[in-house]
């Protein structure tokens, strides 16, 4: 089975970046598609964006104003998602999420939850001068 582990978090000045990364163990990441969501304190979990099996495929949370990049390193088995331009409503806890299917369709699966079947533990990313 698949295992997702999420690191590169911690705490980032306001206006700053960062990269977030996700390590795939368990089966080969060429074939999945890859999900990345956020929940923050007393808020749902919020899509953000997605990568298909096609290493050129992506749907971004359009809310984020271009703020968010996805990418991914099948050689090294490990998925990236970038945030610039850091805001303190950004705090929360990142995870990354696997569909052995290949990816979501449409912008709506993209960021839904309920559509990924294996999740990593999650990463606290706090915004704050």
């Known amino acids: 089975q698949v295992q997702l582990v999420e690191s590169g978090g911690g705490l980032v000045q306001p206006g700053g970046s960062l990269t977030l990364s996700c390590e795939v163990s368990?089966?080969?990441?060429?074939?999945?598609?890859f999900g990345w969501f956020r929940e923050a304190p007393g808020k749902r979990r919020e899509g953000l964006a997605c990568?298909?099996?096609?290493?050129?495929?992506?749907y971004y949370n359009l809310s984020f104003d271009g703020r968010l990049t996805v990418s991914r390193d099948n050689a090294n088995n490990v998925v990236y998602l970038q945030l610039s331009d850091a805001k303190p409503d950004d705090t929360a806890v990142y995870y990354c999420?696997?569909?052995?299917?290949?990816?979501?369709?449409?912008?709506?699966?993209?960021?839904?939850?309920?559509?990924?079947?294996?999740w990593g533990q999650g990463a606290q990313v706090t915004v704050s001068s």
């Open positions: 999420a696997a569909d052995k299917s290949g990816g979501p369709r449409t912008l709506a699966l993209c960021l839904m939850p309920l559509y990924y079947d294996a």
């Open positions: 990568i298909r099996d096609d290493e050129l495929s992506a």
């Open positions: 368990g089966d080969t990441l060429d074939n999945y598609a």
